[in-house]
T-cell receptor, first 112, second 118 residues
Framework: SQKIEQNSEALNIQEGKTATLTCNYTNYSPAYLQWYRQDPGRGPVFLLLIRENEKEKRKERLKVTFDTTLKQSLFHITASQPADSATYLCALDLDGNNRLAFGKGNQVVVIP | GAVVSQHPSWVICKSGTSVKIECRSLDFQATTMFWYRQFPKQSLMLMATSNEGSKATYEQGVEKDKFLINHASLTLSTLTVTSAHPEDSSFYIC??????????????FGSGTQLSVL
């Protein structure tokens, strides 16, 4: 069956350090992979999109890698700040038309 | 950036009543909108794809007669939960695609609607 797995345990990290989150998937062949941020009781906010032919994408303090052989994406927040505390969602584009399948998300808590 | 407005943000209703949720793209036209449902601590589950001027496409296991979707204009899609029951209580979220012509366009999400059915 198809699965998108993100670590269910919250990641507690000291301010200034780099937070690294993992997204693993099975039985998918996505053309795109996206990362979103979700705060409690709010809708997701788009962060980054990476295509299957891209290895790495950066945006300010965020970096995403995409390994289609390992079926894995890594999401990095460098120089983390308390304001980065949120749940981060990995999403796969099922057919290139924005029909997205989401992971459960990984909570990040940045400790001042 | 593009803004998607969703209304209401929360609603409480009695079992058996119908509830309508609106999703508007405020500063762009959205030919396609998506509706998701999210239970606590769970992932967002895609319910249906809403296309302007045509019938919605529902995901497997989603009852189209239960969740009525109307996308009558390029800026508005509505989801009506008909004859709501307590098991329909959930967080409903819409999203819209802003076309950039590159494929795999990013989605903009509404702020969600928390539905509680008593």
């Amino acid at each position: 069956s198809q699965k998108i797995e993100q670590n269910s345990e919250a990641l507690n990290i000291q301010e200034g350090k780099t937070a690294t989150l993992t997204c693993n998937y099975t039985n998918y062949s996505p053309a795109y992979l996206q990362w979103y941020r979700q705060d409690p009781g709010r809708g997701p906010v788009f962060l980054l999109l990476i295509r299957e032919n891209e290895k790495e994408k950066r945006k300010e303090r965020l970096k995403v890698t995409f390994d289609t052989t390992l079926k894995q994406s890594l999401f990095h927040i460098t120089a983390s700040q308390p304001a980065d505390s949120a749940t981060y969602l990995c999403a796969l584009d099922l057919d290139g038309n924005n029909r997205l399948a989401f992971g459960k998300g990984n909570q990040v808590v940045v400790i001042p | 950036g593009a803004v998607v407005s969703q209304h209401p943000s929360w609603v409480i209703c009695k079992s058996g009543t119908s509830v309508k949720i609106e999703c508007r793209s405020l500063d762009f036209q959205a030919t396609t909108m998506f509706w998701y449902r999210q239970f606590p601590k769970q992932s967002l589950m895609l319910m249906a794809t809403s296309n302007e001027g045509s019938k919605a496409t529902y995901e497997q296991g989603v009852e189209k007669d239960k969740f009525l979707i109307n996308h009558a204009s390029l800026t508005l899609s509505t989801l009506t939960v008909t004859s709501a029951h307590p098991e329909d209580s959930s967080f409903y979220i819409c999203s819209a695609r802003e076309a950039t012509g590159q494929g795999g366009e990013k989605l903009f999400f509404g702020s969600g609607t928390q539905l509680s059915v008593l």
